[in-house]
């Protein structure tokens, strides 16, 4: 009796394709999504790199030579000039263009080298006086300055050798009571021989304590904002990716009309079928803002997230990321033939799409392959649109790409629906 129960429950799973989704294949897919954003050998996987604008006001050799190795470094892609426009020239960065590239989340960090930097840019004695730089970061990538601050320490104890030791002239000259001009003419030598060895600036990591230069980071964003400044991005993640659950199963109520025999009942009256899935487009849309609109006001009732001075771009944002979530219910429905078919498509497509699409990790924080790859998802143009409005504080005309590509969304998927359902008026 215990191996025909057993037979029994078997056979059950066998016909369930939802649960035989939910069982197998959600695992194994976000099991390969993960690995990707996680796991891989060094020969397969690909490291993320920090994008960086350098902005040298120094100029010097020294500085230029510390530019260099810092470009070097494989974990570094070292920007020192903007993209140029059509037809034009890249423009090199400055102080002030590199803090609006931080701002505007088209670089996580930018480093700036003080004039005076390359007269002694590696210090000994007992002043302690070291050279500054000055490190300008967007706090919602807590990774990129770490980085950033331990790979410039790196660089100059392994990057400019000959500075070290020159530097160690001068200290020890001023400290030890000089040096004989022969002793002077064979350190002259031997640094001269050094810089023709100068080792590569990519070979292997160091840690230093303290360290050579002495970096000032300065936050651009996030002051006054909410005491947790990934709070924007949670309320966004989570938010989208409830709202396709949401969509997902309301839409499912055309299947049960559909099993029901109630679809056709409302088909012979005056409702065509375009009349019917407007309807419910309003229906979901309104529920998918609603609860949009619930989630940003916890944020800002419990977690401080500022919502005054924000409602227009909310709104905008909340509109199209509404409908095109709500299509997308629409769109699971039309193609689902019963309602655990729909179940099944419908949780392995929001789970993967919100893995993906940042719902659940930032893709900032993800290798450079999935960041491109997660833009096929609505997620991430939410998520995106929803931190340009509540984090970088843009401008309305910058949230454009967002409203475009999510009304898109909405059109395409609408379409698809509508073609789809063509089904159930020649039943």
Known sequence: MIWAVARSRLWNLRHDRAAFVLSFVVPIVFFTIFGAIFGGDSGRSETRTIRVVVVDEDGSDNAKQFVEALAAEKGLTVLRSSAPQAGGTPNPYTAATAEAAVRAGDVPVALLIPLGFGDRPVRFGPDGEKPKLTLIADPSDPIAPEVLSGLVQKVMMTAMPEAMVASGMDAMERWGGGLTPDQRAKMQENLKRLKERRPSASAGPSRGGAGLVDIERRDVLGDKKARNPMIAFYAAGLGVMFLLFSAAGAGGAIIEEVETGTLDRILATRVSMNRLL??????????????????????????????????????????????????????????????????????????????????????????????????????????????????????????????????????????????????????
């Open 278 to 427: 407007g309807g419910k487009l309003v229906y979901l849309s309104g529920l998918a803002a609603a609860q949009l609109l619930v989630m940003f006001v916890w944020g800002a009732l419990v977690f401080g997230l500022p919502m005054r001075g924000h409602w227009t771009g909310f709104a905008i944002m909340t509109v199209c990321t509404a409908l095109a979530a709500s299509t997308f219910g629409l769109l699971l429905a039309a193609i689902s033939r019963s309602r655990m078919q729909l179940v099944a498509i419908s949780n392995l497509a929001v789970l993967v799409m919100s893995a993906v699409g940042g719902s659940m990790f930032p893709r900032f924080l993800m290798p450079p392959v999935m960041q491109r790859f997660g833009l096929v998802t609505l997620n991430a143009w939410a998520i995106d649109g929803f931190q340009k409005v509540f984090w970088r504080e843009e401008p309305l005309t910058h949230l454009w790409p967002q409203v475009v590509v999510l009304t898109g969304i909405a059109v395409l998927f609408f379409t698809l629906a509508r073609r789809i359902a063509r089904k159930w008026e020649a039943i």
